[in-house]
T-cell receptor
Framework: GQQLNQSPQSMFIQEGEDVSMNCTSS?????WLWYKQDPGEGPVLLIA?????ELTSNGRLTAQFGITRKDSFLNISASIPSDVGIYFC?????????????FGTGTSLTVIP | GAGVSQSPSNKVTEKGKDVELRCDPI?????LYWYRQSLGQGLEFLIY????????KSGLPSDRFSAERTGGSVSTLTIQRTQQEDSAVYLC???????????FGSGTRLTVV
């Protein structure tokens, strides 16, 4: 299947700091999604991106669809304790021969009060 | 319903037994997916249903895994002769359109002992 490399694998930050994480693929993607998963819950969609270069915000979260179509970035500004969780990127390749989104392995975020 | 509902939330079973996991998608969502999440891993696609079309079973790891969707709504994932490596969280998701992000349930945590 498609390889999605997500980094960093984990982050420990102080409350109030900004956070950046990214996802890269080996092939061109048409759609990028960012999800957050709390313990014991399913992932919740944060932001969806559908065009190269697109920059979309959702509150303190901002995500960008890379110009090359092979990467995406998620930034969280002024982190708070409830930002703790695992963040997943997901995407659909341009030449999507299947019906599924491919997911990265996640970035585990810990916010220290 | 308002969200994707999965049952049971937790299942402990003995190696070699069969298990059935249930998913109630959001009303009106024609697309339904099953994913598997192993500890510390990303989400692994299992199977996809879209309306009355034949399901995409390309992600099922072995012939011990099967799924059906009755009446275009409720879906059941069946694992026969469970093995310890089947232990994981099984997530169901539904969507109006396969090209858009989907809504996940809270998952079923399966433990095979």
């Amino acid at each position: 299947g498609q390889q999605l490399n997500q980094s960093p694998q984990s982050m420990f930050i102080q409350e109030g700091e900004d956070v950046s994480m990214n996802c890269t693929s080996s092939s061109i993607f048409n759609t990028w999604l960012w999800y957050k998963q709390d313990p014991g819950e399913g992932p919740v969609l944060l932001i969806a991106l559908y065009k190269a270069g697109e920059l979309t915000s959702n509150g303190r979260l901002t995500a960008q669809f890379g110009i090359t179509r092979k990467d995406s970035f998620l930034n969280i500004s002024a982190s708070i304790p409830s930002d703790v969780g695992i963040y997943f990127c997901a995407g659909q390749p341009r030449r999507n021969t299947g019906n599924q989104f491919y997911f990265g392995t996640g970035t585990s975020l810990t916010v220290i009060p | 319903g308002a969200g994707v509902s999965q049952s049971p939330s937790n299942k402990v079973t003995e190696k070699g037994k069969d298990v059935e996991l249930r998913c109630d998608p959001i009303s009106g969502h024609t697309a339904l997916y099953w994913y598997r999440q192993s500890l510390g891993q990303g989400l692994e696609f299992l199977i996809y249903f879209q309306g009355n079309s034949a399901p995409d079973k390309s992600g099922l790891p072995s012939d011990r895994f099967s799924a059906e969707r009755t009446g275009g709504s409720v879906s059941t994932l069946t694992i026969q002769r469970t093995q310890q490596e089947d232990s994981a969280v099984y997530l169901c998701a539904s969507s109006l359109n396969r090209d858009r992000g989907y809504t996940f349930g809270s998952g079923t945590r399966l433990t095979v002992v």
